[in-house]
């Protein structure tokens, strides 16, 4: 059974910092591209940042250069580091992996940067 449970969000003001965690549990992680999705209400659900098992990383235009995205395979985690948040980071982040055939999700952790 593969779970990943995602923490770290929350409200913070413009301009602050969160990181958040993606934990996996199963047969799943040194070998899987694990990424960071994001889902503002009312947009599509959009591709944030990835890191490839080979330590590769992918980030969106909109957050290249705040976000930061590692990975620590022996605890099994991919965190997000998040500076420099604007209103418009608002959303529900999820992280994703394949494993077997299939694409797994997490819950999700809601992000509000808001004054």
């Known amino acids: 059974q593969v779970q990943l449970v995602e923490s770290g969000g929350g409200l913070v003001h413009p301009g602050g910092s969160l990181r958040l965690s993606c934990a996996a549990s199963g047969s799943i992680f040194s070998l899987n591209t694990m990424t960071w999705y994001r889902q503002a209400p009312g947009k599509e659900r959009e591709l944030v940042a990835r890191i490839t098992s080979g330590g590769s990383i992918y980030y969106v235009d909109s957050v290249r250069g705040r976000f930061t995205i590692s990975r620590d395979n022996a605890k099994k985690t991919v965190y997000l580091q998040m500076n420099r948040l604007k209103p418009e980071d608002t959303a529900v982040y999820y992280c994703?992996?394949?494993?077997?055939?299939?694409?797994?999700w997490g819950q999700g952790t809601q992000v509000t940067v808001s004054s």
């Open positions: 994703n992996a394949p494993s077997g055939g299939s694409v797994y």
